[in-house]
């Protein structure tokens, strides 16, 4: 397959997590966490998001949402979200038939929830012929690339507490985030006020396999048992820990995605002052979203591989990756600036 601008999971592994992967196959280990990788892991999770964090791996993004949804919910629960969420658009009504839930979902001109947006849901608490609101779920980055500040997370983190609720964050770009806003973690998650995190790493560099991490202990209920039943429990979780401790020590996670972002930024300076190109949101991480001719776009998919991202609109989207290099961007550039000549 050309290297195109499909998703940032089209991409390969880093050398780095590679290698941590093959230095975790030495020798047996215990299966099912119980080993030293997961012990390590687990203790740097802690330093990460703060004492109180405990983690759960799973071995993709659906399922550490789903499990985090499964930890503040019951099945007569709902979950406001934007119509744009990925537990809403793109995982197969996981959250409805797994844990039996109802998803509100809420029009967002830009992907972002806001106070007044969630209180058009706030309605129905104790009538028992409604799904009683139980959770918010928030994107970092969202599904159009575009980021809450710190005040906005903590402001919707204030309003679900203030209605016994909960904030999820779904983090499988929550590097990209951290390093736009310049900001830990921690200070984007625990400080905000969020209660549980689905702590992702494939789009950056991974191999596979995904987190949920519970920051409100008042949720770390029977977790273990929860993910077992979920199918989530991976037998040989070391080298998914041993991942995820390469990741965070050695600085990985800021360096690819810093350089995703970059690409992005630099796709989008190629592209900003062509007349025929709309860009639809501002580019904040490694997405570039745009408007241009259907011919054009239909065209161009002969020689690079993207999504369209709302087929009515003419609107696709490009996704850059931590091995997108600068000559990819001119090329893709130079063949899309041919084909509006």
């Not at 038939?97 to 129905?124: A, F, M, N, S, Y």
């Not at 983190?157 to 951290?178: C, E, V």
């Not at 200070?187 to 549980?196: Q, R, S």
Request: charged letters at 20%.
């Amino acid at each position: 397959m050309k290297r195109g601008f499909g998703s940032d999971n089209h991409s390969g592994i880093s050398p780095e997590i590679l290698k941590a992967i093959a230095d975790a196959n030495v020798e047996h280990a215990l299966a099912y966490g119980d080993d030293e990788y997961c012990k390590r892991t687990e203790e740097l999770f802690k330093q990460t998001f703060g004492s109180q964090a405990r983690v759960y791996f799973v071995f993709n993004g659906t399922g550490a949402n789903v499990l985090c949804i499964d930890a503040m919910c019951r099945s007569h629960h709902a979950v406001v979200c934007s119509d744009t969420a990925h537990i809403h658009v793109d995982e197969c009504g996981a959250p409805q038939r797994i844990v039996g839930c109802k998803l509100l979902t809420v029009p967002t001109p830009d992907g972002k929830l806001t106070p007044e947006l969630v209180r058009t849901q706030l309605h129905g608490f104790g009538f028992e012929h409604h799904s009683q609101p139980k959770a918010i779920s928030i994107a970092q980055s969202t599904e159009l690339g575009t980021l809450y500040t710190l005040d906005e997370i903590k402001a919707l983190a204030d309003l679900a507490h203030s209605y016994d609720m909960y904030l999820h964050m779904d983090g499988a770009r929550l590097a990209n985030a951290a390093v736009a806003l310049g900001c830990s973690f921690k200070e984007m998650t625990t400080d905000c006020g969020v209660d549980c995190l689905s702590f992702g790493g494939t789009k950056n560099g991974l191999l596979m396999g995904e987190s949920c991490v519970i920051l409100n202990p008042a949720l770390d209920v029977d977790m273990k048992y929860r993910r077992k039943q979920m199918s989530q429990l991976c037998s040989k979780m070391r080298f998914v820990a041993a991942q995820f401790e390469a990741y965070l020590t050695t600085d990985l996670w800021r360096r690819n995605a810093m350089h995703s972002n970059q690409m992005a930024h630099l796709l989008y300076e190629s592209l900003k002052d062509v007349p025929q190109v709309k860009v639809m949101y501002p580019v904040q991480v490694n997405s570039v979203f745009v408007q241009l001719p259907r011919e054009i776009w239909t065209g161009l998919l002969n020689d690079y591989f993207f999504y369209d991202w709302d087929e009515a609109a003419n609107v696709v989207r490009w996704m850059c990756s931590f091995d997108t290099t600068e000559d990819d961007i001119k090329n893709f550039v130079a063949a899309l600036k041919a084909r509006l000549q």
